[in-house]
C-alpha cells in the first residue's frame, strides 16, 4: 500500500480507500461486511469512509464495529453530515444544530472518541457559509474532529470558504469528496485547480463508475444476477451507465488493460490516481476478494502512451452525464 497526505494537511491515508455508500448496513450482510473491511486493513487501507446518512446509521454501526478489534490510531475514519436523518425541520442541512447533533450521534453510532475526517456532504444554500465553517472549526477545538472536508462542492463555493476561513481565522478545510472517474471528469476543469491553490486534496467516490469499469457488464449479454445492477435498491445508480456507446467504450479499454496485463479495474483506479490532487479513491466491496482485486492498482504507472490511447476512446464520451 501507498500513503499520500491529504492536500497540505499531515494527514496520511492509503490511495485506496473502503467506503459503505450502498454496501454496509444495507444490501451487504454485517458479516460480510466486516471480512471485507477485515481484508481492507490486512492489506494496508488504513481510510474508512462513511456517513450519517447510509441506510440511517446502519452503515456507521457496522463500520464501527468492524475497525473497534483494531488501535485506534491505526485508521483513518471517515463521516459526513447533510442529508435527513429525521422528519423535522431541523434534521438536514448544514445549521450549528444539526451539525453539532449528528456529530454527536456518529460518534454514538460509530463508538470512538473522535472522527478523524467530518465532511460537509453537500452545499447547504440554505445556511449561512461561516455558520457552518465555525461549528467544524468549533467540533475541532472540541477535539470530536480533528479535520473538516467537503463533498461535491463547486469550485465557487470552495473559494467563498477559503476567504471566510482567512477572514476568521478558521481551520482550514482539507479535502473535497467528489464524483470522479474515467466517464464523469468535471472536477478536472476548476475544481482539481481550485482546490490545489487552497491545499485541498480529492477523495474520490465511484472511481469504476458504480461497477460499469470492472468489466462486469457485456454489450449484448444479460445483467449478472450477483452485480449491483440486478440489485433493486441499488440499480437505479447504475442504469445510466448501462448505455450501448458506454459498453462498447469499456469493451475497448478492457483490451488496452489486458494488453498491459493489468484488469480493467486496475487500469481505471490507476487512471484516477494519476491525478497528483487525488489523496484516494474509495472503492465499495461486497466481497473481501474484491478488496484483494481493486488494491493491486496501486504503484501501477501509466505510460504517458498509454494515457493518451485512453484520452483517445473516452474523447466520444465527453458529454456523457450519468445518474450518480
Not at 484516494?280 to 501501477?300: L, T, Y
Amino acid at each position: 500500500m501507498k500513503y499520500r497526505n491529504v492536500g497540505a494537511s499531515g494527514l496520511k491515508v492509503s490511495e485506496i480507500a473502503l467506503g459503505s455508500w450502498l454496501t454496509y448496513g444495507n444490501t451487504t450482510e454485517r458479516e460480510t461486511a466486516i471480512a471485507c473491511i477485515d481484508r481492507a486493513y490486512e492489506l494496508g487501507i488504513n481510510f474508512f469512509d462513511t456517513a450519517n446518512a447510509y441506510n440511517r446509521g446502519q452503515a456507521e454501526e457496522v463500520v464501527g464495529e468492524a475497525l473497534r478489534k483494531y488501535p485506534r490510531q491505526s485508521y483513518i475514519l471517515a463521516t459526513k453530515v447533510f442529508f435527513p436523518m429525521g422528519e423535522g425541520p431541523n434534521d438536514h442541512g448544514l445549521s450549528r444544530k444539526h451539525i453539532m447533533e449528528q456529530c454527536n450521534a456518529s460518534l454514538k453510532r460509530l463508538g470512538v472518541e473522535y472522527i478523524d475526517l467530518y465532511q460537509c456532504h453537500r452545499y447547504d444554500a440554505t445556511v449561512s457559509l461561516e455558520e457552518t465553517l465555525r461549528a467544524l472549526d468549533d467540533l475541532v477545538a472540541q477535539g470530536k474532529i480533528l479535520y473538516a472536508g467537503i463533498s461535491e462542492w463547486t469550485a465557487s463555493q470552495i473559494t467563498q470558504a477559503k476567504a471566510i476561513e482567512d477572514k476568521r481565522n478558521l481551520r482550514p478545510l482539507i479535502s473535497n469528496q467528489p464524483i470522479y472517474n474515467m466517464f464523469v471528469r468535471y472536477i478536472e476543469k476548476e475544481v482539481i485547480p481550485t482546490c490545489e491553490q487552497f491545499g485541498i486534496g480529492q477523495i474520490v467516490f465511484s472511481p469504476l463508475a458504480q461497477g460499469i469499469l470492472t468489466g462486469k457488464y457485456t454489450l449484448g449479454e444479460s445483467i449478472p444476477k450477483d452485480s449491483r445492477a440486478a440489485n433493486d435498491s441499488t440499480n437505479r445508480w447504475i442504469q445510466s451507465y448501462l448505455r450501448d456507446e458506454v459498453l462498447q467504450t469499456v469493451a475497448r479499454l478492457k483490451n488496452i488493460a489486458e494488453s498491459l496485463g493489468l484488469s480493467l479495474t486496475q487500469l481505471a483506479l490507476s487512471w484516477v490516481l494519476r491525478q497528483p490532487n487525488v489523496s484516494s479513491a474509495i472503492i465499495g466491496a461486497s466481497r473481501p476478494s474484491q478488496v484483494d482485486e481493486n488494491v493491486k492498482a496501486v504503484g501501477v504507472a501509466l505510460s504517458s502512451d498509454i494515457l493518451v490511447e485512453i484520452e483517445k476512446e473516452l474523447k466520444e464520451l465527453d458529454s456523457f452525464v450519468p445518474l450518480w
